[in-house]
């Protein structure tokens, strides 16, 4: 819920406000979302915000849905064939059609199934990990190349401790609060917003913000900025 509230607020705050009923989002209101930004230059930047903030799949013997694709029924395989859960579920699918999943072979499915899913579902969240800390570790040697340089990007993140920016390159950096030093910043955490307590400048999702690289840590894959003047 919280990783939808700021999309709606990122969203509407770009132009594209999205419409909730009971204070949640129906997946066809993400897709029309998808189709607004379609060619925009919003586009590579929301789409992946829309993805990350929608809660993470998992592998299961019950069939739930999609919510993404707003599907009641859904069975999950790529092709071409990449991961395990896809060659598992191929084998159910011939069996089914070629007459041959028998009550034996049913049984034998419903033994080893939940945790087929479960070993699925961890090296999968173990494989995205490894490559999220790759992709982390790879921007800061590149950012590394960048210090003293000017950027602009927008504002993908606020917390108490900094103002998150991504750059059109999807790199991502934070301007510490600490180091805000031209007024006392508050943060406003139901809007995520920030709000200096004597200038009432304030940060909000989306804005388009000017950055220098100030500081890269390539062992922690750490990236600072501050703000232009």
């Known amino acids: ?42 586009e590579s930047y929301l789409s992946r915000l829309t993805l990350r903030s929608m809660k993470r799949a998992v592998y299961q013997t019950d069939c739930t849905g999609h919510f993404g694709l707003a599907c009641r029924y859904y069975c999950h395989f790529t092709s071409p064939i990449r991961r395990y859960p896809d060659l598992q579920i191929h084998r159910i699918i011939k069996e089914q059609l070629r007459g041959r999943l028998t009550e034996e072979r049913k049984a034998h499915y419903a033994a080893i199934l939940e945790g087929v ?7 999968e969240r173990r ?55 031209d007024d006392y910043y508050i943060f406003d955490q139901e809007h995520f917003t920030m709000i200096g307590e004597h200038t009432h400048k304030t940060f909000v999702l989306g804005q388009s913000v000017k950055i220098e690289v100030e500081r890269v840590d390539t062992d922690a894959a750490n990236i600072d900025f501050k703000l232009c003047k």
Do not use: C
């Open 117 to 123: 899913s479960k070993q699925a579902s961890t090296t």
């Open 1 to 42: 819920p919280e990783k939808m509230k700021q999309l709606r607020l990122l969203a509407a705050g770009m132009g594209y406000p999205l419409k909730t009923g009971k204070e949640e989002i129906h997946p066809k209101e993400l897709q029309k979302l998808l189709d607004k930004i379609e060619g925009t230059q919003a």
């Open 127 to 181: 494989a995205d990990e490894a490559e999220r800390t790759t992709e982390k570790v790879k921007k800061a040697q590149y950012m590394a190349e960048h210090l003293g340089e000017q950027f602009e990007g927008v504002i993908s993140s606020i917390t108490a401790w900094g103002i998150y920016v991504e750059l059109p390159n999807t790199v991502e950096g934070m301007i510490p609060v600490a180091e805000m030093l």
